[in-house]
């Protein structure tokens, strides 16, 4: 079964820029979406095929996928900004979705 | 923009089987080349694909619940619904239900269904799993 990792805590100042990462063998060949979960909430996605932004979130989220890592990139970060990150793909090898393990983002 | 809400028991006695369903709302579940997923979320740890099926007609499951899960859909009350049976306190969760939506520019390529992201949630709903 295909394996996401990714750290378990980033930690950030506010207005600076938080990176956030999710391995996986070769990821680079497959679409990595992204999805925000704060607390108490249902997750919700904010990148999608890699780069794509959902209307409604900000330029200042962007995504990357190269080689076995994808990273999150969120830029000048603010305080709500704090919440779990997943990221997610398909496993092709026996047709299901795989999630990571979750990025939670604090905000200093 | 479609809106989905999960109903359940909130209470299940080990070894029964958990009935959930998910209404959509906004929208038609029939329509266009969605899928319908569950997800569940134990607390406190990450999420767990349970399992989805597609407007196209396929179903998936995640390999390491597939025997105990049938997912369903109704199209006249616009539903759809997850059964999980041989319950045990590891299935306590929050279980969410999702829309899944793939790029039209994608759906031409045989392998489609690698490319679906799941763009609407619902709220979740908590269900415990004790005698």
């Known amino acids: 079964s295909y394996v996401l990792t990714q750290p378990p805590s980033v930690s950030e100042a506010p207005g600076k820029t938080a990176s956030i990462t999710c391995g996986g063998d070769n990821i680079g060949s497959k679409s990595v979406h992204w999805y925000r979960q704060k607390p108490g909430q249902a997750p919700g996605l904010v990148i999608y095929y890699d780069t794509d932004r959902p209307l409604g979130i900000p330029e200042r989220f962007s995504g990357s996928n190269s080689g076995n890592t994808a990273t999150l990139t969120i830029s000048r970060v603010e305080a709500g900004d704090e919440a779990d990150y997943y990221c997610q793909v398909w496993d092709s090898s026996s047709d299901h979705v795989v999630f990571g393990g979750g990025t939670k983002l604090t905000v200093l | 923009q479609v809106q989905l809400h999960e109903a359940g028991p909130g209470l299940v006695n080990p070894s029964q089987t958990l009935s959930l369903i998910c209404t959509v709302s906004?929208?038609?579940?029939?329509?266009?080349?969605?899928?319908w997923s569950w997800i569940r979320q134990p607390a406190g740890k990450g999420l767990e694909w349970i399992g989805r099926i597609c407007n196209i007609g396929s179903t998936h499951h995640n390999p390491s619940l597939k025997s105990r899960v049938t997912i369903s859909v109704d199209t006249p009350k616009n539903q759809f619904s997850l059964r999980l049976s041989s319950l045990t306190a590891a299935d306590t969760a929050a279980y969410y239900c999702?829309?899944?939506?793939?790029?039209?520019?994608?759906?031409?390529?045989?392998?489609?269904?690698?490319?679906?992201?799941?763009?609407?949630w619902g709220k979740g709903t908590t269900v415990t799993v004790s005698s």
């Open positions: 999702a829309s899944e939506r793939v790029n039209s520019a994608i759906l031409s390529r045989p392998s489609y269904y690698y490319y679906y992201y799941m763009d609407v």
């Open positions: 906004g929208g038609s579940i029939s329509s266009g080349s969605y899928c």
